[in-house]
Structures are given as structure tokens and as C-alpha cells.
């Protein structure tokens, strides 16, 4: 064993004692953690990924509301699926979600795996999620690292290699898993991830109160707000939507994006994509716009440019409404009317979703 793992073993079992006496007497009552049921832990440690608890635990109750078990989830439309996952953003894992039903019901009987080499074989499963679940629900020795995890450790041993480097996730992984109690990794795990989301917070940890103030490395030092240290992230592209609303009588197009692109398959309405922000004139030339609303369409604007911030993308998106001067339109195949009290039965992304909240629709 290396000089890293005894003085983790060391300190790791007071930090581990102090950690569950804390968790005990601190912890959040949430619903999955009154079950040993592989797919509801699954299913809210999907929805909590980069989500606040306080946000993701009314998806998680219509989620189990709607999809008692693992099958009836698969054996759902996809749709069905986007509609209730609207708001969280990453529709990517919703749609992992739904391969991950359908191959635990074809190939496991229905019945969601607890060990963790299996789990990893599951769409949208990496090793967090894995580990997390492996240990709530079969107490599996498996350390979990997630941001909390990853805000603690670096904090109370003074780790500065940035942790979404290779070498920073070889060493987080080395002490949390030196850290693990392996009799109770259940415990252990839930009281690390408490303790970072409610206490060591990112902003204003509570270190005044903190159990940990004579031993932990950041507040000693004054380092507290430095730690933990994250590679920067790539430069984001910016991407311009120019959304056209046509209603008709009680009816308005509506479009369904396609594959290869953010938002696949959830519905937004007909989009005009510019390499820069287009005045109302230079819209109403624009190519597209004249081969499918003709010249004698007039448009006003709806909702002026609004940023939504994607990961590696920003979207400028100003909504204008579309007026016809009885000309027919040219519809892409992807176009359709939906009568507007059917648009909330249709899965929207969460620009569309928002602007329908704000507008008259």
C-alpha cells in the first residue's frame, strides 16, 4: 500500500466516524432513501445529475407515479418519457433512461441490476451512478464521487490537482475509496454527499459550525474558496434561432428537431438558424423564410433576443410572429398544426417550454 493509502486509512476513519454522527442527526428525509429499490435509486440519481434536490424531487414523484416499475417505464413511449422529463434539460439522458428500461426488461427479466460492473453496462450509467446505486441498494463497497464528494475531499485534505483532470479523478478516487467504510459504504456514501450539498457548500460552507475546523486543510490555510480546482471549460460556439409563430384559428405550427442535433425529437416551433442576430427586414428576405412564407408575410416580434445557456452553446433566441397575406406556406416535412390545447401533451425543450409559460398561448 502506498504512503497516500495508510494516511487515508488513518484519517480517513475518524473522518468517516464524524461524517455518519453528523449525517445521522442532519440528513435530508428524501423518498429514495427509504427504499432499497434498485430502479426508483436509479431513477433519482438520473434525475438529481446537475439538478438541486429541491428541483428534481417533484420529477422523481411523477416519474414513480406515472411508471410503478422498470418495465411499464420501458414499455413507454419515448415521447411520453421527454414530456415528463421538460424542464431538467439533457434530454440525452431521458432518452438513455428509456434504452436502459428496455434492456433491463428484455435481458435481466425486469429485474434492475445492483452490481456495479453490470450497471456500467447500462445506457446513461458511468461510475458515479453506478457506485451510488450499487451501494443504497445491495451496500456494495463502492466509493461515490460527485461534485459534493469531489468539493469535501478536496477541501479537508487540500487537494489542488483539478478534479476533472485524468490525474485529479485517479486520485479522488484513490482517497475516496481509502475512505470508504466497507461495512456500511451505504452510509458512508450518503453522509459525504449530504454534508457537501447542505453543509461544505460551494458558496458560504458553513465552516464556523463545522466539525471539521481544526483539521481541515482549506480553512486553515485560507484556501476555502480556491478549492476545489476545475479545468476550464472549452469555448462555448453561439448559435442565433430565429423562431417563427403561425397560428391559425385555434391552431399553431409547431416543428420536431431531428437527430444529429441539441433537442433531438422534442418539438419547438418553425426555426430560421442565422449566423448572427437578424433585423425584421432582413428576416423577411431571407432566403428560407420567403421559399416557405412567401413575399407577402409580415412579421413582428414577440419576445426580443433571450439567452439559454447549453453546454459548449449559447442560443440567442428571438421569437417573431408570423402574419399571412392569404398566401399558402410551403411546410417542411417536419411541420404540423396542433390544436393549442393539445401543446401540452407535446415534449418541448426548456426555451419553448418557457416561453409558452410566459406568453397567451
Same mark, same amino acid.
Given at each position: 500500500?502506498?504512503?497516500?493509502?495508510?494516511?487515508?486509512?488513518?484519517?480517513?476513519?475518524?473522518?468517516?466516524?464524524? &461524517?455518519?454522527?453528523?449525517?445521522?442527526?442532519?440528513?435530508?428525509?428524501?423518498?429514495?432513501?427509504?427504499?432499497?429499490?434498485?430502479?426508483?435509486?436509479?431513477?433519482?440519481?438520473?434525475?438529481?445529475?446537475?439538478?438541486? $434536490?429541491?428541483? %428534481?424531487? !417533484?420529477?422523481?414523484?411523477? /416519474?414513480?407515479?406515472?411508471?410503478?416499475?422498470?418495465?411499464?417505464?420501458?414499455?413507454?413511449?419515448?415521447?411520453?418519457?421527454?414530456? *415528463?422529463?421538460? %424542464?431538467?434539460?439533457?434530454?440525452?439522458?431521458?432518452?438513455?433512461?428509456?434504452?436502459?428500461?428496455?434492456?433491463?426488461?428484455?435481458?435481466?427479466?425486469?429485474?434492475?441490476?445492483?452490481?456495479?460492473?453490470?450497471? *456500467?453496462?447500462?445506457?446513461?450509467?458511468?461510475?458515479?451512478?453506478?457506485?451510488?446505486?450499487?451501494? /443504497?441498494?445491495?451496500?456494495?463497497?463502492?466509493?461515490?464521487?460527485?461534485?459534493?464528494?469531489?468539493? $469535501?475531499?478536496?477541501?479537508?485534505?487540500?487537494?489542488?490537482? !483539478?478534479?476533472?483532470?485524468?490525474?485529479?479523478?485517479?486520485?479522488?478516487?484513490?482517497?475516496?475509496?481509502?475512505?470508504?467504510?466497507?461495512?456500511? !459504504?451505504?452510509?458512508?456514501?450518503?453522509?459525504?454527499?449530504? /454534508?457537501?450539498?447542505?453543509?461544505?457548500?460551494?458558496?458560504?460552507?458553513?465552516?464556523?459550525?463545522?466539525?471539521?475546523?481544526?483539521?481541515?486543510?482549506?480553512?486553515?490555510?485560507?484556501?476555502?474558496?480556491?478549492?476545489?480546482?476545475?479545468?476550464?471549460?472549452?469555448?462555448?460556439?453561439?448559435?442565433?434561432?430565429?423562431?417563427?409563430?403561425?397560428?391559425?384559428?385555434?391552431? $399553431?405550427?409547431?416543428?420536431?428537431?431531428?437527430? %444529429?442535433?441539441?433537442?433531438?425529437?422534442?418539438?419547438?416551433?418553425?426555426?430560421?438558424?442565422?449566423?448572427?442576430?437578424?433585423?425584421? !427586414?432582413?428576416?423577411?428576405?431571407?432566403?428560407?423564410?420567403?421559399?416557405?412564407?412567401?413575399?407577402?408575410?409580415?412579421?413582428?416580434? &414577440?419576445?426580443?433576443?433571450?439567452?439559454?445557456?447549453?453546454?459548449?452553446?449559447?442560443?440567442?433566441?428571438?421569437?417573431?410572429?408570423?402574419?399571412?397575406?392569404?398566401? *399558402?406556406?410551403?411546410?417542411?416535412?417536419?411541420?404540423?398544426?396542433?390544436?393549442?390545447?393539445?401543446?401540452?401533451?407535446?415534449?418541448?425543450?426548456? *426555451?419553448?417550454?418557457? /416561453? &409558452?409559460?410566459?406568453?397567451?398561448?
Amino acid at each position: 500500500m502506498n504512503k497516500l493509502g495508510k494516511i487515508c486509512i488513518f484519517v480517513g476513519m475518524i473522518f468517516g466516524a464524524e &461524517l455518519q454522527a453528523w449525517y445521522l442527526q442532519h440528513k435530508r428525509d428524501l423518498p429514495w432513501r427509504e427504499t432499497k429499490n434498485a430502479y426508483k435509486i436509479w431513477l433519482s440519481e438520473i434525475i438529481l445529475q446537475q439538478t438541486r $434536490v429541491e428541483q %428534481g424531487l !417533484p420529477y422523481y414523484l411523477r /416519474f414513480v407515479e406515472r411508471f410503478k416499475t422498470v418495465v411499464d417505464f420501458a414499455n413507454a413511449n419515448e415521447d411520453d418519457i421527454l414530456h *415528463l422529463w421538460q %424542464g431538467l434539460g439533457y434530454y440525452s439522458r431521458g432518452r438513455n433512461m428509456h434504452k436502459a428500461a428496455g434492456i433491463v426488461r428484455d435481458q435481466y427479466d425486469g429485474v434492475f441490476p445492483v452490481d456495479y460492473k453490470t450497471l *456500467l453496462t447500462l445506457p446513461g450509467v458511468g461510475e458515479y451512478t453506478a457506485a451510488a446505486i450499487s451501494s /443504497f441498494a445491495n451496500n456494495e463497497a463502492q466509493a461515490v464521487l460527485d461534485g459534493n464528494v469531489f468539493r $469535501v475531499l478536496s477541501r479537508y485534505y487540500g487537494i489542488n490537482i !483539478p478534479i476533472n483532470s485524468t490525474e485529479g479523478k485517479k486520485v479522488f478516487a484513490t482517497i475516496a475509496k481509502e475512505n470508504l467504510d466497507q461495512q456500511q !459504504p451505504a452510509l458512508y456514501n450518503q453522509a459525504i454527499m449530504d /454534508f457537501g450539498a447542505i453543509h461544505c457548500k460551494p458558496k458560504q460552507p458553513l465552516c464556523a459550525s463545522c466539525m471539521f475546523r481544526a483539521s481541515c486543510y482549506a480553512l486553515l490555510q485560507g484556501e476555502v474558496d480556491q478549492l476545489p480546482v476545475k479545468l476550464k471549460a472549452k469555448a462555448s460556439k453561439d448559435r442565433y434561432f430565429n423562431y417563427l409563430i403561425l397560428k391559425d384559428d385555434n391552431r $399553431v405550427l409547431m416543428s420536431k428537431r431531428g437527430g %444529429g442535433d441539441v433537442w433531438q425529437n422534442l418539438y419547438e416551433f418553425p426555426l430560421i438558424e442565422s449566423d448572427r442576430t437578424l433585423s425584421i !427586414p432582413e428576416i423577411l428576405e431571407h432566403e428560407l423564410f420567403v421559399q416557405h412564407f412567401g413575399h407577402t408575410a409580415n412579421i413582428n416580434i &414577440l419576445q426580443k433576443q433571450t439567452k439559454h445557456v447549453l453546454s459548449h452553446q449559447n442560443i440567442y433566441a428571438t421569437f417573431f410572429e408570423v402574419r399571412l397575406a392569404g398566401s *399558402l406556406i410551403q411546410k417542411k416535412s417536419s411541420w404540423d398544426y396542433v390544436f393549442l390545447k393539445d401543446l401540452d401533451k407535446l415534449a418541448k425543450h426548456k *426555451l419553448i417550454f418557457t /416561453f &409558452l409559460e410566459r406568453s397567451n398561448f
